[in-house]
């Protein structure tokens, strides 16, 4: 691979596409990138057409870490694992929900899939300590599993910096230099170098060393070209690409976009669905979702790919399952023009900050792993029918804002969307919330912050816990009492990083009908599809993990054909 500039234009124009491909894949996220560059590598003309105007999907929104265990990588840094410690944790974690086959297909896979991407293409990652979800169960590991990925230098592809998706509000650090600051804020100087050179980190790294993956090997990349229909031939598939989106959006009434005029049909003889999943289609989410969330994503995730794969006879699975995360939703928060948020799991974990619902209670550990809080989000109401935490604030003091950064807020400067009084009643009182079961709340929490025991949730309890603590706070990083005023809270709510549910897939990514037979040609990976885990989350970066072993099987399968 040539270090020099690289002349390849990143986009092809929709017009000025092939009237035909071995494979296009539908989706520019890591699934349809590690997928378009295994097929590429067998020879294969390939076609990757996104529906946004930035390529990249929610990989390049989000944090990019990859949950493989045993892979190579870990190895090398000296992290200690195995195919059978794998195993059993994996069968903690979801065996009741994936069979043994299903569970050694992904221990076998996911390593074969890193040493794929970090030996024959650009990728470049790095093992981190961070632990997984559940240290107490047999065959977790205290790190090495999570892959993060090197800061990328986009400058030798002419048009790749400007080509590839924002993140939502990441900043320029890798996922290692993230979490060595201990919930405190960035170095301004670097994160200004990166910004003006055009580096990436993080997912937004991951789908740029992809794209120039896919630019070595040939593969055409098209934006705006959202796949508008798919019609089976008797030689495969003619895919119908869409032309420029309405600006804005929102022609159907759910916030859609829909192409203001056709496009133009491509003929393919495999199609790889790779759209992501269906969380900001308003229909989508009232007909399978059983609570509202907050998506963090790509706006473009309407579940195009899901409908595509219904319409020509899908079975689909896991349909209610999402990939959940307390968000933190700033008023003036937007990406693409939709309102959004940012991941609240970090503000939670920190000492100095409680979360609590409209009781003015705790009811979960704060410092528990996203998608678990997230579920206790969804908890009802018996006497109500409603939901009880949903939505929550986060409460702290002025010493907690005093140091960390809450959703972006400068350290020791209240945003103008927190509401903040002098006593924690009078803050309940402006929320709405109860004064009573508040004050009573932040007196117990105070007291168990000082001797560095919760003794209502166990906050802090766990290595797990305390990754994303202040190791400088002792004795536990994740509990400091409120006791400073003012007195802070920010609206809390559950959220999604993606939908999980979806195309039902076997283990090469073929996409099977209701019958659970193949639909020949047609391929599916990442959110569009049923999640390898179906609603499990085993350790940070099982989003991708899902995505990218799926999307390699994909490939491998098409190298085969």
Not at 37 to 42: I, L, S
Not at 57 to 86: E, I, Y
Not at 307 to 336: C, F, R
């Amino acid at each position: 691979m040539s270090n020099g500039l690289n002349a390849h234009r990143v986009l092809t124009p929709v017009a000025q596409l092939a009237a035909a491909y071995d494979v296009v894949v539908v989706g520019s996220g890591a699934a349809g990138l590690v997928a378009a560059v295994r097929a590429a590598d067998a020879g294969l003309s390939v076609l990757v057409a996104e529906k946004a105007a930035q390529l990249g999907g929610t990989t390049a929104a989000g944090g990019g870490v990859m949950w493989a265990p045993n892979n190579h990588l870990a190895g090398g840094a000296g992290f200690r694992d195995s195919h059978d410690r794998a195993v059993a944790y994996l069968t903690e974690a979801a065996g009741h929900v994936l069979s043994a086959e299903e569970i050694d297909w992904y221990v076998r896979t996911a390593p074969r899939a890193v040493e794929y991407l970090t030996g024959k293409t650009r990728v470049s990652m790095t093992p981190i300590a961070r632990p997984d979800y559940h240290l107490e169960w047999h065959g977790a590991a205290d790190g090495g599993r999570g892959l993060d990925n090197n800061a990328f230098d986009p400058s030798d592809y002419l048009g790749l910096a400007e080509a590839i998706r924002p993140s939502s509000y990441f900043p320029l650090l890798t996922m290692t230099e993230r979490d060595g600051l201990n919930g405190r804020a960035a170095d301004t100087e670097l994160l200004a170098r990166r910004a003006a050179t055009g580096v990436r980190t993080m997912g937004g790294a991951l789908v740029g060393r992809l794209l120039a993956s896919a630019l070595d090997r040939g593969v055409h990349i098209a934006a705006e070209a959202p796949a508008e229909d798919l019609v089976r031939t008797d030689s495969g598939w003619t895919v119908i690409l869409g032309g420029e989106p309405t600006p804005g959006g929102a022609q159907d009434g759910e916030g859609t976009r829909r192409p203001t005029h056709a496009g133009r049909k491509v003929e393919a003889g495999a199609v790889v669905l790779a759209s992501g999943g269906f969380e900001w289609n308003p229909r989508l989410r009232k007909a399978f979702l059983a609570f509202p969330v907050t998506p963090i994503s790509a706006p473009s995730n309407e579940g195009d790919g899901l409908e595509l794969g219904l319409k020509n006879g899908a079975a689909v699975a896991d349909m209610t399952a999402i990939w959940g995360v307390p968000v933190i939703s700033a008023p003036g928060h937007q990406y693409d023009g939709r309102q959004s948020g940012r991941m609240g799991n970090v503000e939670m974990t920190l000492p100095g900050s409680i979360l609590v619902n409209a009781a003015g209670k705790r009811f979960v550990n704060e410092a528990l792993n996203y998608h678990d809080a997230c579920r206790v989000f969804a908890s009802v109401d018996p006497h109500t029918g409603r939901q009880q935490n949903n939505p929550a604030w986060l409460v702290f003091d002025a010493a907690y804002l005093s140091k960390y950064p809450v959703a972006g807020s400068t350290p020791g400067s209240p945003a103008e969307w927190m509401t903040s009084a002098g006593t924690v009643e009078e803050l309940a009182g402006k929320l709405g919330i109860s004064p009573a079961g508040l004050r009573d709340t932040v007196a117990t929490f105070n007291a168990d912050a000082a001797a560095g025991v919760d003794t209502e949730f166990h906050r802090g309890a766990t290595p797990q816990d305390r990754f994303l603590g202040d190791s400088g706070n002792t004795p536990n990083p994740c509990l400091a009492p409120l006791a400073t005023g003012p007195f802070y809270a920010a609206p809390v709510s559950a959220g999604v990083l993606g939908t999980s549910g979806g195309l039902e897939t076997d283990f090469d990514g073929r996409v099977l009908d209701r019958h659970r037979r193949p639909i020949p040609g047609l391929y599916a990976a990442g959110n569009v599809a049923a999640s390898v885990f179906r609603n499990n989350y085993p350790g940070g970066g099982a989003t991708l993990g899902s995505a990218i072993t799926r999307a390699f099987a994909v490939g491998e399968h098409l190298a085969k054909r």
